[in-house]
């Protein structure tokens, strides 16, 4: 079973950037992969998913612009580059996948609808 396991959090001031990875320990190939958030007493929200055998994306309104989500196949790791970064995107970044493989229509951004999950990286954006 494919497991996932995040790095590149941090704390930067508002405006600032990160760039996220989430290394998998198997092929990623034909799989939704995405990045969702939680901020404490929040539900977990999607911010960005992608479709992994034809690079489709997908973003939340909230994100849209200010992130990109984009895979190296090869080293089997997803990226979040997140920029132009705001107090209100501070919370626990995690990356989720799917635990099968195969053709996907589109790739939610409900946390339901993904099964495998990293232990997490924290983001803190101040103002």
């Known amino acids: 079973q494919v497991q996932v396991v995040e790095s590149g959090g941090g704390s930067v001031q508002a405006g600032g950037s990160l760039r996220l990875s989430c290394v998998a320990s198997?092929?990623?190939?034909?799989?939704?992969m995405g990045w969702f958030r939680q901020a404490p007493g929040k539900e977990r929200e999607g911010v960005a998913t992608?479709?992994?055998?034809?690079?489709?994306?997908y973003y939340a309104a909230s994100v849209k612009g200010r992130v990109t989500i984009s895979q190296e196949s090869a080293e089997k790791t997803l990226y979040l580059q997140m920029d132009s970064l705001k107090p209100e995107d501070s919370a626990m970044y995690y990356c989720?996948?799917?635990?099968?493989?195969?053709?996907?229509?589109?790739?939610?951004?409900?946390?339901?609808?993904?099964?495998?999950w990293g232990q997490g990286t924290q983001v803190t954006v101040s103002s």
């Open positions: 989720a996948t799917e635990r099968t493989s195969g053709w996907r229509r589109q790739c939610s951004l409900f946390a339901h609808t993904y099964t495998i």
């Open positions: 198997t092929d990623i190939h034909s799989r939704c």
């Open positions: 992608i479709y992994t055998f034809d690079g489709s994306t």
